[in-house]
Structure formats: structure tokens, C-alpha cells
């Protein structure tokens, strides 16, 4: 019976080459030219999804959970799925209560002076895939995805994979649209900003709790030598004492306790990483209110823009 | 809200669109990365229509259109106007330094190009992207991932809570001290798994009393499909700089400590050591102490189930291993925990619980919530037919006549190996002298093994097969698993034994012919016949009656058998019927087992306690061996094997003083 991972890897191997089943727990993979320098140059490879059947089988290569062979297909397939544009054309906002709805969640940026025509426009997002580590004393990684509206700048977390499944259709799809005033490279700054921001008490609640610990074990290994040196340098004054050879112990006490010490900072040390794996373009339409503020002495125009599939409202000043 | 950039917007001339040649804007220039100029020769044209829709144009048109309808355009009189999707402030990557912010990481400028370039996947193939980067993905210790990776390992709450407690609160720096039978082994292999799949380790060091070497390197190889090299496998041998050469290594801690080997080790660095059988480092003064104390490590379990066996003291420095300083030094531990007079009583014994808690994990059975089932031994004595004793005589002699170093032509492993399968049954012989009859022998031995042959092959029934067919039937229809320790006597047995479904398990069928007799025993058969190679890692807890029908000579081999079937998980009482010829070698290495150390009875893990109580370098089996093979006569070999019987049951009684010594120590020293 074939588990998750069985049939995961012959759905990828299937995109790369020709797979077949060849006994039991075990298949035979056909490799396209193109992926052959990812699985050392070999254009066959015969896949064996338990230890034991990789056992009776020397040639073939074992599949399982943390296995070279599973993160050399997570490469090759992000490789080929890097980017994708997905439509949502089954999303089928409507008009009526923008506004309200807007205002339910977000602060007016300015004094509200008119209110202009609501309607459908198409919004186009960038959609960014990131893989966040935090390496400590220990390592955990997560997958955020980040969006950002390519049209005001506007970022959401909520626009995951998950989301965009139901609603996906292969066909293009266009509308009536905002200007776009944001570059890629802009918005994945503004996705960043978001990931931060919300990585934010976590960032600080691991760093607390690494700093904690590593004190209290500096501190208890700074007293445990202390402690040694003290006994050590109270054995000097002992009848017959080479105090060279005890000057020589306590030199080698202080290096095993600075080997420690530096060992604790690396071990409790938190670093921070996150790398855009893969990014889509979402394209799909929101209810907008266009909108006259007044920012001081300035009016200037706006808009009041409600997401459906997110169920985010956001405003937006135009240029 | 982000400061909005200016977008991008261009305006281009019709008449510059109709040149052959223009030199283009740093704006449309970024559309074509390393040109700044397009030979419109190669682009083809842009039509325009008066209604200002762009009709043709396979150049840059076709380049521009991938971008669908992420390009926006206008035109109005002459003048066509193009917005579009732009890599504005690609400038200052998503990175900042390390050192608790956040770090480099890889540049995704290329990615965003794909993007900008129109150069879209399908969305099956990204979508396959995220599953495979998902199972990638390393999440924090809440949730383990070590469980996805063994195999055939039942895990239990306490060995989760264990596990999690080593990474989160030890900080991968604990004494793992359960009770024996509870899993030691596993939760030190979930454990590394943990590290391995997160990639915080990569050299991973297990040291073990060298009778556990390989024992070791099974379960890793078994349970987390890990390979790591033995120290004494012929790669590591042979190897230069092999402890620093190889990234998983089980070694015996005894060769580590040696001459060349320690200072290589002690030169390596290691993420993870484990020591197992750890309270043979309980004197600060013995070279594995220095040794383990000596290792560059990050990570360091030390697992054994009897961390004090004489003198608090043991305690100090098995911990001193693991965090220097937490019971401050040697001196102050005894003035503040030990009671003055008695160096195994401790006192502020609540504060010394405090304190050793933090870096030791000790569950009990009692506090574990599984149901420990008993174990029931029952010994089958049969009487041998005039024909079975004649032949146990001439293999007997015949092994007396020719062991020795200098006793040629029979070597000692032939003699040994003629000798154990005497105690299986007349048809495990048959092959093995068989193959000797051919060899080129002298007259003497040639004929004393042809005698031996005939008779063995006209032996077709025998006592003890008798025996086994009485007990089968008086248990019923009740699955049962038939132990044997020859290939030959398995499939006599199934030859005798057709009256009954019954399914044959052993190292010569392949995994799925395992998988299926495993089903087929589970579902319809009644019995399971196995060698002791066959039945690693499976789960046969769903049967409670097993049968020797020999008994391996060494009683780790016993135990293993038993362990199939009497391990957690087990629900019903064990029941084990040993079966042996009366007056035989066997008879009395079943009397000594069973006797002097209750082997039947021990719990899952007690007797690797026991035997290495004996500090014998030789195994059981070897001994024995040696016995049969020098001793004069039965009377002789039986003192002989009964002293050996006092040195196991002597060894018993010190293992369950320390056990309660333990016990009351620790009591309350849980996972938690």
C-alpha cells in the first residue's frame, strides 16, 4: 500500500520523467535529461519506499522522511514550480456596504469629505512564499505566505495556498483596474515589513527565553571553576605544594571553562531567516469605493477597498 | 501603510515605434535586463489601431503579453502609453545581519525576474512545490518529527513527554534513567532523530559496553533508518582519521579510551554523544569518565537504568558530565545533600530532587499508565528415544575427541555449530555433516560423521517433537509462535506440522513475504514458525504463546525472542514453553537460566543488567562452549555449568540491591 510519501513522489517524478511501479514498495523512475544533474547525472533510478526493500534491493535508492533523496526532489520541484499567476474567477464580490464594512476594520487615513461611485475592480497581488527558520538551541522553520496588492501597497497573511485552491481557474481573467504603482521588488520589501511585524513577539519571546537560560548557565559554570580555582589556590599553601604545577592546573581550568562559556553563546545565540521560496501572481476582484479626503489642508483622493476572499477592507491613498 | 513608489510609465512616439532602430528608456530597457536597445528588425512590428489596440506584434509585443493583463495600455493620437508590472527597489534584498536578527538569506532577485518575465509554472507543478518544501520544513519541538521517520516503533506518552522534555527544558543534556523495559533505547534514537532531521546535528557519537555495539547499530538501522559504522567494522579499522572520518559512529566506549583511539577522539567534535550502560562512568577517576568529560560536544544523553549502584558521589559526577555546576562541587554536594556517616543516604532530599530533576528523567512503570503484562515460563522435559540418545552420545564424543586449538581436522566453529544443532533436533545435523562428508577428512572422524549422518536421517520422529504436538493441542486453536534457531529444524517442523495453518518467517524471504506471513499469521493462521533472524522490528504482539523449541545457549538471544512477544503494547500474560531432552546440555543451561536467574521472568532490559554484572569478556555461548568441548565427562560439565550458574544468580542479587537502592532514590524524579 502506497503511503503519502509513495505517492507524492510518483505525482513528482511523473513531472520530471516516466515512473513505474517495480515491486512491492519499490518503483523505477525514468529521468528527463533536463533533472539528471540533480540525481548525480544518472538517468534511471530505482526508488525504494521501506529500509527493508532498499535492503534486498542494493540498487535502489530509500525515500523516506529526512532522506538526501527527498530534499534533492524538494529543490528540483520548487525549481520547477517557482512561480505560477493564479486567476480566482469564481470569486464574485459584491457591491452595497463597502464602505461600512471598511470602516469596520480600518481607520479612515483623513476627514471624510466625499464619497464617490462603488464598484468591481481588478486587483493584482504578489503573493510571496516564505521559508522562515529561527535557529537557536533549537531549529524551527515555518512556511508564510505574504501577499501585497500591487496597486496600493496593501499586505495580507491571509491569502494562503489553502485560499486560493477553491477559487482558482486556469483562464485569464481581467477587469477594470487601479493603476499599478508598485514594483516587485517593492513589494516584497512590504511583505517582509508584514512578516516582521508579525514575527515579531515570537522573535522577542525566543530571544527572552534563550538569553535566560544561557545566563543562568553561565552563571552556574562561572561559579562551578570559580569554585575549582578556589580549592586549587587554597592548595598552594599545603605543605610540599608545586605551586607550578598547580598554577598550570588552574590555566587549564580557566581554558576549559572560556571553551564553555564561548559554547553556551553559540548554543543560545538566535539567528533569523527567511527566504522567498516561491512567488505567485494572484489576480482577483474586490469592491472599491473611490473617496475625497482631507489630510490637513490637502484633499486628496482615496479609496476603500473590501477583499471578499481575505474578508480584509483597507484604505489607500492615490497619488 | 509603505511609501508609495512612483510607477512605472513610459510613452512612446509612433514614429520612434515605426523606426527600425531606437534606443530605448532605462524604463522599457527593463524589460529586456541586459539591452538597452531592441532592433525593432527582430521584434517584428506593433500595429496600432485607430481605436488605439495594439493588433500584432510578435517581438516585443509577444514579450510584453506574457505579462497578460498586468500591462496596461493607452494610446491617445501618436503617442502609445504602457504601464506595467516593474522590479522597482529590488535594491537592499530581504536580509539583514545575523547575530539574533535576521540573517542573509538567498537572494530572490532571480525569482521575481521569472515573475516579471511572464515565466509562470503550472499551478499543479507549484502547488507540488509546496508539498515537497512542506515536508521539508523543520517545525519547532512541539511537534516531533521523529515519529514520522521510525519505523514499526510504537511510541508511548512517557517516551513523548521524555523526548520533549531532553529538547526543550535539558536542553538536549540529560540522564535518561526509566526503569528497565520502558524504552531507553528509543527515546535516546527519537531524540537524535529529532536533531539529525532538524539539522542541529551532524556528528553523532554513541558509546556502548562493546556487547552492545551491535545491538545498537541494529536498532538504529531497524527503528530510524539510520546507518552509522561500528568501531569494530572493517571501514572504520582500516580507516585513517576514522573518528573524525565518519559522521555517525557507535563505538565501544572500552576502545575509545585506548592509546591512539583517545586522542583522535578527543580531537574530534561531536553534536551529539550518547552513553549508554552510563553508570560505568560513575568515578571521576576511571579513564571513560575523562574521557566522556573530555569530548567536544554540544549534546549529551547518558542512559542507564541504575545511576547509583554504592556512593551518592556516582551521582555528582554523572551529572557533573552532563552540566558542571549544577550541584556546585563534589565537596559542597556532600556537605549539603549526603548524611554525614552514610554516603548513600541523602538529606534535603526535596532540594536534591529540585536540583536533579532539571537533567535526569526517570519514569516508572508504575507511573506510566501501561498495563505490564506477566510472563509465564513452563519447561517441557522430554525423554529421548534409544535412538536420540545414541545419536546425542556419538555428537558428544565426537565433540569431546576433536575440540581443542590443536585438535584438527574438525575446527572448533564446525564442532560448535554440530553441537547446537544436536539440541535442535536430528534434522539440523543432517546438512552440516553432510557438507563435512565431502570435505577430504581422515578415516577416524570420516567415520564417526557417517555414522552420526545415517542415524540422524533415520531419526523422523523424535520426543520433543511429540511434546510439541501435545502442547499444541492442549492449547486449542490459540496462535503460537515456534522459536527455532535452524533453518533445517523449520522446515521439519513444517513438514510435521500440516495439520495446522501455519505461516514460516525467517531472513531468507523477502520484506513483502514477511509483510504477508505477518498478515496471514495475524488473520488466519495459527502458527508462526521463525528462525531468530527473521523477526526483527515486527510487531507480533498480538500473540501471547511462544515456543522454544531449542533454546540458544545465550540468554540475550532469549530474551530477544521473548521480546517479540512481551514488550508494551502486550495485553495478555506471556505464556512460554521451553523445550528440552532430559539430561542434555540444554536441560542444565535451561535449569541455570531459569533457576538462578529467572530469564523467563525478567523484565524486557534486566538481563543485559545482570550479565554485565559478570564482567566476563567472553559471551555465554562461548563459554558453555568451551565447557562441553573440555570437560571430561556429563558430571564434570555439570559443576562446571552450575558455578556459572552461582556467578548469574550472585549477579542477580546485586543488580536488585541496586534496583531498590535506585528506586528509593529517585522515586519521584519523573518526566513531568
Not at chain 1, 208 to 226: M, V
Not at chain 2, 150 to 162: I, K
Not at chain 2, 222 to 230: E, I, L, R
Not at chain 2, 433 to 444: F, G, K, S
Amino acid at each position: 500500500m502506497a503511503d503519502h510519501l509513495e505517492s507524492l513522489a510518483n505525482r513528482f517524478f511523473a513531472t520530471v520523467g516516466m515512473v513505474e511501479p517495480a515491486g512491492y514498495r519499490a518503483a523505477e523512475v525514468l529521468l528527463n535529461e533536463s533533472v539528471q544533474p540533480y540525481f548525480g547525472g544518472h538517468d534511471y533510478l530505482l526508488l525504494a519506499f521501506s529500509p527493508e526493500v532498499a535492503r534486498e534491493r542494493p540498487s535502489a535508492e530509500l525515500l523516506t522522511y529526512g532522506s538526501p533523496l527527498l530534499d534533492t526532489m524538494a529543490g528540483v520541484a520548487t525549481g520547477q514550480g517557482k512561480t505560477a499567476h493564479f486567476y480566482l474567477g469564481c470569486l464574485q464580490p459584491t457591491t452595497g456596504r463597502t464602505l461600512q464594512k471598511v470602516l469596520g476594520q480600518a481607520r479612515l487615513p483623513g476627514h471624510l469629505l466625499e464619497t464617490g461611485e462603488e464598484q468591481i475592480l481588478f486587483f493584482h497581488h504578489a503573493l510571496f512564499l516564505f521559508r522562515v527558520s529561527f535557529i537557536g538551541e533549537e531549529r524551527e522553520e515555518l512556511f508564510r505566505g505574504v501577499a501585497v496588492d500591487l496597486h496600493t501597497g496593501w499586505a495580507t497573511s491571509r491569502l494562503g495556498e489553502q485560499t486560493l485552491q477553491p477559487y482558482r481557474s486556469t483562464e485569464p481573467q481581467a477587469g477594470r483596474e487601479l493603476k499599478l504603482r508598485l514594483g516587485l521588488g517593492q513589494a516584497r520589501q512590504a511583505a517582509m515589513g508584514k512578516l516582521q511585524v508579525e514575527m515579531a513577539d515570537r522573535v522577542k519571546a525566543l530571544q527572552e527565553r534563550l538569553k535566560a537560560t544561557c545566563h543562568a548557565e553561565q552563571r552556574q559554570i562561572s561559579e562551578h571553576y570559580q569554585a575549582m580555582i578556589d580549592r586549587l589556590e587554597a592548595g598552594k599553601a599545603r605543605k610540599g605544594a608545586d605551586p607550578e604545577r598547580i598554577d598550570a592546573k588552574i590555566r587549564a581550568t580557566l581554558a576549559d571553562e572560556e571553551r564553555r562559556q564561548e559554547d553556551l553563546e553559540k548554543r543560545y545565540r538566535l539567528n533569523l531567516e527567511a527566504a522567498v521560496t516561491q512567488l505567485a501572481l494572484v489576480s482577483y476582484p474586490k469592491a472599491v469605493v473611490s473617496l475625497r479626503l482631507q489630510q490637513g489642508k490637502e484633499v486628496r483622493r482615496a479609496v476603500a477597498v473590501w477583499d471578499s476572499l481575505t474578508r480584509e477592507g483597507y484604505f489607500a491613498l492615490l497619488p | 501603510m509603505i511609501s508609495l513608489p512612483e510607477i512605472y510609465s513610459l510613452s512612446l512616439n509612433r514614429a520612434a515605434i515605426d523606426a527600425d532602430h531606437i534606443l530605448l528608456p532605462p524604463q522599457l530597457a527593463c524589460f529586456l535586463p541586459d539591452q538597452s536597445e531592441l532592433d525593432l528588425g527582430d521584434a517584428g512590428d506593433i500595429r496600432v489601431t485607430k481605436q488605439g489596440e495594439i493588433v500584432s506584434g510578435k517581438g516585443l509585443a509577444k514579450k510584453l503579453s506574457r505579462l497578460g493583463n498586468l500591462l496596461q495600455w493607452s494610446c491617445d493620437g501618436d503617442r502609445i502609453e504602457v504601464r506595467g508590472l516593474t522590479l522597482g527597489g529590488s535594491e537592499g534584498d530581504i536580509r539583514e545581519a545575523g547575530g539574533d536578527r535576521w540573517c542573509p538569506a538567498p537572494d530572490s532577485s532571480p525569482l521575481l525576474e521569472h515573475v516579471w518575465r511572464g515565466e509562470f509554472a503550472s499551478a499543479e507543478n507549484f502547488f507540488l512545490a509546496r508539498e515537497l518544501s512542506d515536508l521539508s520544513v523543520k517545525p519547532g519541538f512541539d511537534q516531533l518529527l521523529s515519529f514520522q521517520v521510525a519505523q514499526g516503533v510504537t511510541t508511548y506518552p512517557h517516551q513523548v513527554s521524555t523526548v520533549r522534555t531532553v529538547l526543550r527544558q535539558m536542553k538536549g543534556r540529560a540522564l535518561l534513567c526509566d526503569e528497565v523495559g520502558l524504552g531507553k533505547t528509543v527515546e535516546a534514537g527519537l531524540v537524535t532523530m529529532e536533531y539529525l532531521l532538524r539539522g542541529l546535528v551532524k556528528r553523532v557519537l554513541i558509546l556502548t559496553p562493546p556487547s552492545l555495539v551491535h545491538q545498537w547499530q541494529e536498532e538504529m538501522a531497524q527503528k530510524f533508518n539510520q546507518d552509522f559504522v561500528t568501531s569494530d567494522s572493517p571501514e572504520f579499522v582500516s580507516g585513517v582519521d576514522a573518528w573524525s572520518r565518519f559522521p555517525h559512529i557507535i563505538a565501544s566506549i572500552d576502545l575509545a579510551k585506548r592509546g591512539d583511539h583517545l586522542k583522535q577522539v578527543m580531537t574530534t567534535r561531536f553534536d551529539l554523544v550518547i552513553v549508554d550502560e552510563a553508570h560505568r562512568l560513575r568515578h571521576r577517576e576511571t579513564a571513560a569518565w575523562k574521557l566522556v568529560n573530555g569530548l567536544d560536544k554540544k549534546y549529551i544523553l547518558l542512559l542507564t537504568a541504575t545511576p547509583v549502584q554504592n556512593d551518592l558521589d556516582e551521582l555528582f559526577n554523572l551529572i557533573t558530565l552532563l552540566k558542571p555546576g549544577q550541584l556546585k562541587t563534589a565537596a559542597e554536594f556532600r556537605k549539603r545533600f549526603v548524611a554525614r556517616g552514610d554516603r548513600l543516604r541523602p538529606q534535603n532530599v526535596e532540594a536534591l530532587k529540585l536540583q536533579v530533576s532539571q537533567v535526569m528523567i526517570r519514569n516508572r512503570r508504575s507511573n506510566t499508565g501501561i498495563l505490564f503484562t506477566q510472563r509465564r515460563a513452563q519447561t517441557v522435559l522430554t525423554e529421548p528415544s534409544p535412538e536420540e540418545a545414541r545419536l546425542y552420545q556419538l555428537v558428544t564424543e565426537t565433540v569431546r575427541q576433536f575440540y581443542g586449538p590443536d585438535k584438527k581436522p574438525l575446527s572448533r566453529f564446525t564442532l560448535k555449530n554440530l553441537r547446537m544443532e544436536l539440541g535442535s533436533s536430528p534434522a539440523a545435523i543432517v546438512p552440516t555433516v553432510e557438507r563435512l562428508l565431502l570435505d577430504n577428512l581422515p578415516d577416524a572422524p570420516h567415520l564417526r560423521l557417517h555414522e552420526i549422518f545415517d542415524l540422524a536421517k533415520s531419526i523422523r520422529q523424535t520426543a520433543k517433537l511429540a511434546a510439541l504436538q501435545k502442547t499444541l493441542s492442549s492449547l486449542g486453536k490459540e496462535k503460537v509462535v515456534i522459536f527455532t534457531r535452524y533453518l533445517s529444524t523449520l522446515h521439519w517442523l513444517k513438514e510435521n506440522l500440516k495439520e495446522y495453518p501455519l505461516v514460516v518467517y525467517h531472513g531468507g524471504v523477502s520484506a513483502r513475504e514477511k509483510d504477508e506471513s505477518i498478515e496471514r499469521f495475524r488473520s488466519d493462521a495459527q502458527l508462526l514458525l521463525s528462525t531468530d533472524s527473521g523477526g526483527e522490528g515486527r510487531n507480533l504482539q498480538f500473540c501471547h504463546i511462544m515456543v522454544n523449541f531449542d533454546l540458544p545457549w545465550n540468554p540475550m538471544r532469549i530474551e530477544q525472542r521473548i521480546g517479540r512477544l512481551s514488550r508494551i503494547g502486550q495485553k495478555e500474560n506471556v505464556y512460554i514453553f521451553n523445550l528440552a531432552s532430559r539430561g542434555t546440555v540444554e536441560d542444565h543451561v535451561l535449569e541455570i537460566l531459569d533457576l538462578k536467574i529467572n530469564l523467563f521472568e525478567l523484565v524486557v532490559g534486566e538481563l543485559d543488567l545482570i550479565l554485565g554484572r559478570l564482567g566476563e569478556e567472553k559471551d555465554l555461548e562461548e563459554t558453555i562452549m568451551e565447557m562441553v568441548g573440555t570437560s571430561h565427562g556429563d558430571d564434570e560439565l555439570r559443576e562446571r555449568l552450575d558455578k556459572i550458574g552461582e556467578d548469574l544468580a550472585d549477579a542477580r542479587q546485586q543488580y536488585e540491591r541496586v534496583k531498590s537502592l535506585d528506586d528509593a532514590l529517585f522515586g519521584e524524579v519523573t518526566s513531568g
